[in-house]
């Protein structure tokens, strides 16, 4: 391991253990044995670590620290006119990730290839891992009287604490590592077996899970791995229908299954009754929560209406939509389940406002333009859309399985691996690709 700061060896081996710890731990988040934890220690080996000088150079030269600095500081600023501050306050504690960890990682000079490989590796394990022991507790509960439902959705994670919308995020990115791994020969486990083995846990773990975005990032990971690694050898016509035949398999294995076939037939009713109610049947909620939250928006441009408070704004709107709901024992509005955006750029744009907004568009983007000589490019590439498109259907930031998702890996891609040159030391040495 390569991980340069001022202290011994075994402060930086403690360090990386932490940042081990926290990647194992994501995909559980156990009550008994905290994640937090990880970012803690990894926090003390950093002020350990000492060289403050050194750290302060690196930190004022990374353009992507500035962004989430200057997110979290919209954040507190928006707490100090909250309605709720209550809220607020629990609002700051959750993304405090947004400042810790773009903090240590910008101010340590690198991990080397097999390092950040094996932190790769353990998350993807970890998840499947994770799989294995939620298939192996539901078939225990099923024999034991349960319902076929503990194989789907929610049910099928009583063992973690991770919500299933944010599992299915996790899922997505580790398939699209070890699948890209396996096609460009670096398989992330040496058996090649043993990774197909590990692709169709996961797969299983996307299709049970029945969270409709990633059935759609699922196809769109396989479309660009696949496909370019097939037209090498097929000829791009063969490759196209080789995958216009995947994805026709995929979708009616979906349809084979109960969980995966009730979500398909749920989102066929809902758009056919987008514009109106046709055969008793209501559209998505996020139409309403989408619009409605475009209203609070239009009235809280500039600056938001307040971090926490937005979702009280929210449900004010909702009060107005006259839509009726079935939510599988009775009939609701919407404005009584407290509803949040379901979407995380408009959830940020109404608590903040614009600016706000525009900072985590530029979180998306501005990696975009040097990405091309990423050492990791299709790793992180991948990472950024898998979270671009899941935030567009859920509010992923508005819990503890998003934040530290998201911060932690954006500081690990394009925080510690691509720090300015002007910023490093003249015997650093990047990770190569």
């Not at 507190?76 to 709720?84: C, I, K």
């Not at 049970?208 to 090498?232: D, H, P, T």
């Not at 035949?245 to 037939?265: E, I, Y």
């Amino acid at each position: 391991m390569k991980l340069k700061f001022a202290g011994t060896s075994g402060v930086q081996f403690l360090f990386y253990a932490s940042l081990l710890y926290f990647t194992v731990l994501m995909p559980w988040q156990l009550k008994w044995l905290p994640i937090s934890l990880g970012m803690m220690l990894a926090g003390l080996f950093w002020l350990i670590s000492a060289d403050f000088k050194a750290k302060l150079t690196l930190l004022s030269a990374n353009k992507y620290v500035a962004l989430f600095f200057s997110l979290y500081i919209l954040l507190g600023v928006g707490a100090f006119f909250s309605s709720r501050p209550t809220e607020a306050a629990e609002e700051l504690l959750l993304k405090v990730p947004f400042i810790v960890w773009p903090l240590l990682l910008s101010t340590t000079v690198g991990l080397r290839k097999q390092s950040l490989n094996l932190l790769f590796k353990v998350f993807a394990s970890s998840n499947v891992l994770m799989l294995v022991a939620s298939f192996l507790f539901a078939i225990y509960r099923y024999y034991n009287g349960a319902q076929g439902e503990v194989f789907y959705f929610a049910e099928l994670l009583s063992l973690v604490l991770v919500p299933p919308h944010y599992v299915g995020l996790y899922l997505s990115f580790s398939y699209a590592i070890i699948l890209h791994r396996l096609v460009q020969n670096q398989a992330v486990y040496k058996s090649r077996a043993l990774n197909i083995v590990a692709l169709l846990i996961l797969f299983a773990g996307i299709v049970l899970l029945s969270v409709r975005m990633q059935y759609l990032v699922f196809v769109i990971i396989n479309v660009l791995i696949l496909y370019a690694y097939l037209r090498k050898r097929m000829g791009p016509w063969k490759a196209r229908a080789s995958l216009f035949a995947f994805s026709l398999a995929f979708f009616g294995l979906l349809m084979l299954f109960p969980g995966s076939r009730s979500r398909l037939v749920d989102t066929y009713n809902e758009l056919r009754s987008y514009e109106r109610m046709i055969e008793n049947k209501q559209t998505n909620p996020r139409k309403f929560l989408w619009r409605s939250g475009l209203d609070v928006i239009a009235e809280n441009f500039w600056f938001g209406a307040g971090t926490g408070a937005e979702d009280i704004a929210l449900n004010r709107k909702l009060e107005e939509v006259d839509a009726i709901f079935w939510d599988g024992h009775q009939t609701y509005q919407l404005y009584e389940m407290r509803y949040n955006y379901h979407n995380s750029y408009l959830q940020t744009f109404a608590a903040n406002g614009v600016f706000a907004f525009l900072i985590l568009l530029a979180l998306f983007i501005y990696p975009l333009f040097k990405i091309a000589r990423h050492p990791y490019k299709t790793e992180a590439g991948f990472f950024l859309l898998i979270c671009a498109l899941s935030f567009f259907t859920e509010s992923m930031l508005q819990r503890q399985a998003g934040v530290v998702f998201f911060s932690f890996f954006y500081s690990i891609f394009f925080i510690m691996i691509a720090i300015p040159d002007k910023a490093l030391s003249k015997n650093r040495a990047e990770p190569k690709a």
